[in-house]
Every structure is written in structure tokens, then in C-alpha cells.
């Protein structure tokens, strides 16, 4: 069975700490790897990651993929209180429009 | 000028009634949709859908079943509604896999869904 795994599952740092959220995934056909945000409605895009050891930054926020051990990592440098949110990886599995196969989310909390 | 738009936002209803969700998306996106978030936030897939194909998560009950009218639109109909139904129900559209990069799969703002 696909399996994707967020850890933590929640965290409470302070504003302006650097935070690395975790995902390991064991599924068939990989193809890519996505980061979304979610605060309190839609799950928002940030990332989507196919190749291995190429990073992507949007501002403070940065990740990298490692297909070689199946994990991906998501950094957020400078945390503000805007940044609590749970954190959302999905796989994307070669097999036709099925969808996004989702961890569990990481829960961060941003204290002031 | 919302891309993928759910209704109703909310909605309640008894055990035992039928209910559905509509959802439009105004992106030309190819695949539709719906996935359920339960209560400890976890996003399952339910079905996806595109002009040609529909792929159904063997977990969904039959009682689950979406409807597309056209390419813009996938509904979700649900009979006799169950407590464990409750949950936060949310659309979604893609793009052709080459266009993914840039805005990963768009999601609808959700239905929360109480079956009381």
C-alpha cells in the first residue's frame, strides 16, 4: 500500500526560529513529490519537487527531494506567526489521474 | 475571480437523507477532484475524473457518486447519509501533468458536511 509519512506531526517554536519539516514516502511509480499549506480552508500550493537534490525557494521557505531515500524536507528560515499553518505533503503516483496520495500534515504552531 | 468553487460551504442534514456538493473550476484543467478531510485533518482521495476516465478510491462506499456534467464541473452525490460522513469535502482540478509545476493541483476552499 502507498504510504506517505509527515513527521513531526506537530510543533511549537518561536518567531524568527528555523523549522525542517519532514516526509518519507514508500509508494509505486513515484513521479513527484508537492508541499501545501493549509491554514483554515484550502490547502495551498507551494512546492512540487521531481528531481532529486535540486532545491526550491520561494522566499523563507525552501525543500528538496532525495529519491534515493524516498524523503523530502521542507525549511522555513526565519518563522513568523503567519507561518502557523499545517503542512501538507502529497505524492504523486505514475498511474493515471488518481490524485494526490497525502501524509498526515504537520501541525506548526509560531509563538510571538 | 475564484478558480475552483465549491457549494454549499456548509451542511448540515439528517441520517438517512441525500445530499449533493457542486464544484466548478474556471482553470480549462483536464482532471476534477474530490477528496475528504476528516477530523484529525487527513486528505484522502476519493475520485478523480477527467473526459475520459474515472478512477474511484476502492475505499469510498457506493453510496458516493459524482457526477460531470461537463468538463468544469464534477458533483458529488451522496445517498442516505451516514454519521461517519461528517467530514470537510473538498474539489479540486488539475492541470495536464507537464503544467503541474507551476500551480500543483488547485483546490476548492471545501463543504463542511454534519450529519447529525
Known amino acids: 500500500e502507498d504510504k506517505v509519512v509527515q513527521s513531526p506531526l506537530s510543533l511549537v517554536v518561536h518567531e524568527g526560529d528555523t523549522v525542517t519539516l519532514n516526509c518519507s514516502y514508500e509508494v509505486t511509480n513515484f513521479r513527484s513529490l508537492l508541499w501545501y499549506k493549509q491554514e483554515k480552508k484550502a490547502p495551498t500550493f507551494l512546492f512540487m519537487l521531481t528531481s532529486s537534490g535540486i532545491e526550491k525557494k520561494s522566499g523563507r521557505l525552501s525543500s528538496i527531494l532525495d529519491k534515493k531515500e524516498l524523503f523530502s524536507i521542507l525549511n522555513i528560515t526565519a518563522t513568523q506567526t503567519g507561518d502557523s499553518a499545517v503542512y501538507l505533503c502529497?505524492?504523486?503516483?505514475?498511474?493515471?489521474?488518481?490524485?494526490?496520495?497525502f501524509g498526515k500534515g504537520t501541525h506548526l504552531i509560531i509563538q510571538p | 475571480d475564484t478558480a475552483v468553487s465549491q457549494t454549499p460551504k456548509y451542511l448540515v442534514t439528517q441520517m438517512g437523507n441525500d445530499k449533493s456538493i457542486k464544484c466548478e473550476q474556471n482553470?480549462?484543467?483536464?482532471?476534477m477532484y474530490w477528496y475528504k478531510q476528516d477530523s484529525k485533518k487527513f486528505l484522502k482521495i476519493m475520485f478523480s475524473y477527467n473526459n475520459k476516465e474515472l478512477i474511484i478510491n476502492e475505499t469510498v462506499p457506493n453510496r458516493f457518486s459524482p457526477k460531470s456534467p461537463d468538463k468544469a464541473h464534477l458533483n458529488l452525490h451522496i445517498n442516505s447519509l451516514e454519521l461517519g460522513d461528517s467530514a470537510v469535502y473538498f474539489c479540486a482540478s488539475s492541470q495536464e501533468p507537464g503544467q503541474l509545476w507551476r500551480h500543483g493541483y488547485t483546490f476548492g476552499s471545501g463543504t463542511r458536511l454534519t450529519v447529525v
Open positions: 482553470l480549462g484543467h483536464d482532471t
Open positions: 502529497a505524492v504523486v503516483i505514475r498511474r493515471g489521474a488518481d490524485g494526490l496520495t
